[in-house]
C-alpha cells in the first residue's frame, strides 16, 4: 500500500511544482514593459549572454574544427569531401548549435541564475523587495526570463556561424578541401527557412525552457546551503535531460514527416 | 481604534501542521516603540510577516490603519507596504549595488523625484544613521552593524508610517548594539513613527519599548509596559526575564521520556 | 559608467549576432532560386527517379537553373512525373532538349542533367507547361548488377 501513497504523494508534489512554476512565469511575464525593466533587462544580457560568449565561441570553433576532421576522413574514402561544407553546416544549424548551446547555458548561465536567485531569497532579499512594495517576480524574475529568451538564440547563432567557420578552417586551410565547392555545395543545399530558421526556433524553445527551469528552481529553492546547491544541479540535470528530450520532439516535428 | 496602528485579533495561525499562534491578540499603539518577545522559534518573525501581508492567518483578522491586511487585493496590499517597511535580520540589502543605491532603491522605484533630490534624501538618510562616509561601499564590504544599520537607512527611505525590526540586536557586538537601540529610540521619537521589535534581547528592549508582549507556548503569556512586566508575577514572564534554562517553558522539547526511548520501549 | 559599459557590450552582443546572421545567410545559404525569382514550369516524364527528391537542382552543363517542384505518379500509366521550376532567364529551350536523371560523385545527390537539344531554323521553344519528350532515367544499381550477371549467365 505504502508504494501507492508514494506514488501518489510524488505525483501531487511534482504537479503542484509545476503549477508555481505556471504561475511564477505568468506573474512575471503579464506586466507592462518599463523603460526601467528594459535596463533591468539589458543588464541581465550582458550576464547571461555576453558573459557566456567566449565559452559559446570557444566551443563552436572547437566542434565545427573537430566535425570537419572526423567527417573528412570518412568523407574522403568516397571522394565525397566535396560534402564536408554541408555536412558541417547543416549538423551545426540544424542539431550542434541549439542543443549544444542550450547544454553550455545551462552550466553556465542556468546554473548561475538559480544560484542567485536562490541566494537572494535565502539572504531574505526577495522578502524585503515585497515588503518594499515591490513585486520580485517584476523586478527579479522577468528581467532575467527576458534576457536568457533574448540571449540564447543570439549565442546559437554565433555558435553554428563560428563552426562553419571553423569546420572551413580545418577542411579547407589544413586538410585542402577546395574553398570553392566547400562553400558552394554548402549553399546549393543548406535552405534558410528549413535549416537556419528552425535551428533558430529550437534554440528560442530551448532558452524558454531553460531559463525557466533555472530561474523557478532559484525561486523554489530551501534557502539553505544545501538547498541551493540542490537547486543548482537539479537545474542543470534537468534543463540538460529537458533540452535533449525536446531536441528528438521538435526534430521528428521539423524534419521527421516529408 | 484610532490609537492603534495595528491590531491583530484572534489570529490561529499554523505552518505545516504545526501550530504556531493559538488565538493570539496583539494591538500596536500609534507612534510607540512595541516589543514583541519570546523565546527562539516561537514565531516571532512570522509575526511579522503576518502584518506585512506576506502570510496570511488561518482564523482572524490583521488590521492596519483600520483596514484589513488578509482581506486586500494584490495591488491594494503593495500599495499599503509602501507606509510600512521592515528591517530583515540579516539586513538583506541588495548586494550588487552600492549603499547608496540601496537606500535610493524605494525612492527611485515608487517616486518621480529628480537624480538631485534622491541624492539629497539618501544621504540625509544615510547622514541619520551615520554612515553618509559609506554609502559609496557594496554591502559585502560593510560590518554586521553597518549592513543593519544601512538597511535601516534604507528602511526609513520612504518615511514609513510603521517600522518592524525583525531582531535588531541579534549577532551584534555591544556597541552596534548601542547605536542600534539610541537610532530605534531616536527615529522613533524624531520620525513620531510606529515602531515594532521583535527580540529576545531583553535588557536592551526593556529600555527602550512603551509597551511589551511577551510571545510562548502559541500564546501570548504577559503583555504591558516595561515597569508592569518586569513587577509581573506570571512564572512564564519571570523564566523569560532571568533567562532560567527551565521553567513552565520546557528544556526540553517535547519528546518520550529518556528512559522509555533508550530501552526502545518507544513503541 | 558601468551601466555604460554593460550596454556598449550588449550592443557589440547584437552586432556579432548580425554579423553571424549575414554570414549564415549570405555564404551559407542557397541564395540562386529562393521563391522572388520568376520561374516557368515544365513536365518530364520518367520511368525511374532514383533517389531524385524535391528541391532537387536541375543543371546544364553543372549550372543550376532550376529546382524540381514536385514529383507525382501519373495515374494512367504509372510513370513518374516531375513538375521543375526553371529560371525565367533561361526560357527559349528548343523542344528538341533532353532531361536525364544523374549523380553527383559516386555517392552525391541526384540532380536532373538537362541537355539543350540542337536548335533548327524553326524550332519550338519549351514554353510553361509543356512536357519533356526525350528522358533518360535513373540509373539504379540493382538492375545495372542484374543485367550484368544475365549477359554474362547468356554467354
Redesign the interface.
Known sequence: MNWIIDIGTNTLTKVVGIGRAFLMLTGALIAFPQWKNVRLTIKQIYIVGVQSLLIIMVSGLFIGMVMALQGYTILVDYGAEGSLGPMVSLSLLRELGPVVTGLLFAGRAGSALTAEIGLMKATEQLSSLEMMAVDPLRRIVAPRMWAGVIAMPMLALIFSAIGILGGHLVGVEWLGVDSGSYWSIMQATVEWDKDVVNGVIKSIVFAIVVTWIAIFKGYDAIPTSEGISLATTQTVVLSSLTVLGLDFVLTALMFGIN | MNDHLVEIQNITFSRSERLIYDDISISIPKGKITAIMGPSGIGKTTMLRLIGGQLKPDKGDITFAGKSIPAMSRSTLYQTRKSMSMLFQSGALFTDMSVFDNVAFALREHTQLSESVIKTLVLLKLEAVGLRGAAQLLPSELSGGMARRAALARAIALDPELIMYDEPFAGQDPISMGVLVKLIRSLSEALSVTSIVVTHDVNEVLDIADYVYILANQKVIGHGTAQQIKQSDSPLVQQFLQGQADGPVPFHYPAPTLQAQLLGEDK | MT?RK??L??G???I??I???L???L??????F?NNESTYTLYAKFDNIGGLQT?S?VKVGGV?IGRVESIDLDPEDFNPVVMISLSDKYNNFPDTSSASILTS????EQYIGFQPGFAFDDFVVLADGDYIQDTKSALVLEDLIGQFLFSRNSE
Do not use: D, H, I, P
Not at chain 3, 555564404?27 to 540562386?32: E, I, L, R, S
Not at chain 3, 560523385?105 to 552525391?108: A, D, K, R, S, T
Open positions: 551601466t554593460t550596454e557590450m550588449v557589440l552582443f547584437v556579432l549576432t554579423a553571424a546572421g554570414l549564415l545567410a555564404k551559407v545559404v542557397n541564395q540562386g529562393s528541391r537542382a543550376t560523385g559516386l555517392l552525391g
